[in-house]
């Protein structure tokens, strides 16, 4: 009897021995794929060169609707189709401009850009005294007698010394999305922001703002302005409090459009009811061509499908690109993507997306429970000598988030973030800034993590007794 068990124990060790040369081979193979013979820095390359900005709505998102779908039918797929969504159209007009003035014919023109949402100033733009503030709590301390017939200044900065540029975004991100809101709601007349950049530069960033439950006749203008801007006006005013600043901006919000999600599938050899997806957003801000955020997760995510076709692998379960609508101003491809799914009774087991750049990838994060994430760090060691060491519990990604149902495991591709938000939602989001062999690690990457969701499964939450 002991003898048996001896050699039941050296037969499973063997088995896992194997197993895992096995799955190191394949990530060889991926990885070997994705660096030589990938397709993603060209797919991008069109995307940003040839299409350029795709805000929800426009012309060049369309474009990128019908480049992507031809695109995904090229690689043989078991299917491709587009899924219809209503989305916002919000149009930016001319080119914003603004200036800083201490006195009479004392003008200093500082780079500002419209936040997406706002309106427009008056033909002949707005110019009034500027109140600066960091915070919410400063703003309504200061009350309605100093802030009434003002424009309200926010320059609360990206705190520097949090690792996680994340973080430091979601730290200072409200004054940008419900600045205006509140603002207005003491009688401001417009609002600047202090761009959302760790970087001193001259590049304003735009980004989602919202009126929330005010009326449309109190919506006041509002607008980005650069870090270096925003550092001399903070300056001007404190030398004299009473400089005023100007600014005209000429953006208007359009009735609803239809636009689409773009998927694509490989069918399951066994459990075809099992979906994993990955995806990506295809629009993008108007400024700059998109291609850190997000053309770098959309060509990752049809990388993924094309490795596993051109390594003529026959997935368990299905395997679902998607590449979302309005992630930017409205997040209407995600929810209408979970939507569908529940009404069909699709059964999805992972989604993973890449939206934070096309930089060095370091890692993943989950929403899942401590079971499932017990199974990710299990598979920890085949990362490794690819330099990807980052497994933790987190959030995952916007457009995917819709699906979370408590039982499917959501992750998010990680890069190194440090010089994201130099480039996002900016000017400087341009393809000239994304590299080939970065981008193409972050495919390869994506597809070892699905390729072992695949092959194994997912460890299925324990029910709570009782």
């Known amino acids: 009897m002991r003898i048996k068990m001896l050699l039941l124990v050296f037969l499973c060790i063997v088995g896992e021995l194997f197993a895992q040369t096995a799955d190191e081979k394949t990530f060889r193979t991926i990885y070997d794929q994705a660096l030589t013979k990938g397709k993603s820095y060209e797919w991008l390359r069109h995307l940003s060169l040839q299409i350029g900005g795709r805000l929800s709505g426009s012309y060049q998102a369309q474009q990128a609707v019908d480049y992507t779908k031809k695109e995904l039918e090229a690689l043989g797929l078991d299917k491709v189709w587009l899924q219809g969504v209503m989305v916002p159209k919000w149009v930016r007009g001319l080119k914003e401009y603004a200036y800083i003035e201490q006195g009479a014919g004392e003008q200093t023109i500082v780079p500002i850009c419209a936040l997406g949402g706002s309106v427009a100033t008056p033909g002949g733009g707005i110019k009034a005294e500027v109140v600066e503030v960091k915070n919410f709590e400063e703003l309504k301390a200061l009350g309605k007698e100093k802030i009434a017939g003002k424009i309200v200044f926010y320059n609360r900065p990206m705190d520097p010394k949090l690792i996680n540029t994340l973080h430091a975004y979601g730290g200072c991100v409200n004054q940008r999305g419900s600045g205006a809101k509140e603002a207005a709601s003491l009688g401001a007349i417009g609002v600047i922001v202090r761009s959302m950049n760790l970087r001193l530069d001259d590049y304003p960033h735009t980004g989602a703002m919202s009126y929330g439950d005010l009326p449309k006749s109190k919506w006041i203008p509002a607008a980005a302005i650069s870090t270096n801007g925003a550092e001399l006006l903070s300056t001007m005013i404190r030398l ?73 692998y026959k997935p368990k379960r299905t395997l679902r690109v998607v590449l979302f609508m309005n992630e930017e101003n409205g997040l209407r491809g995600g929810r209408k ?107 390869a990457t994506m597809t070892s993590l699905i390729y072992l969701y695949d092959k194994y499964g997912v460890q299925t939450p324990k029910k709570p007794k009782g």
């Open 240 to 312: 004299n409090p009473n400089t005023k600043f100007f600014f005209r901006q000429s953006c208007k919000n359009m009735p609803e459009v239809k636009s689409y999600n773009v998927i694509g599938e490989i069918k399951g050899t066994e459990f075809p009811n099992e979906i994993i997806i990955v995806g990506g957003h295809l629009d993008s801000w108007d400024l700059g061509d998109g291609s850190h955020d997000d053309g770098a997760g959309v060509v990752q995510s049809m990388e993924v499908l094309r490795i596993m076709k051109q390594m003529n």
């Open 337 to 443: 993507y979970a939507e569908v799914a529940r009404q069909k009774g699709e059964k999805h087991v992972f989604a993973l997306e890449s939206d934070l750049g096309g930089f060095t990838p370091r890692g993943f994060t989950f929403d899942c429970t401590t079971e499932q994430f017990a199974q990710v760090q299990s598979w920890k060691k085949l990362f490794e000598p690819y330099l990807i060491h980052l497994f933790i519990r987190d959030g995952s990604g916007a457009d995917i988030g819709p699906l979370k149902d408590g039982n499917l495991v959501l992750a998010g591709l990680r890069p190194d973030s440090q010089r994201y938000f130099d480039h996002h939602h900016s000017d400087a989001d341009t393809f000239d800034a994304v590299n080939k062999r970065e981008l193409e690690l972050g495919a």
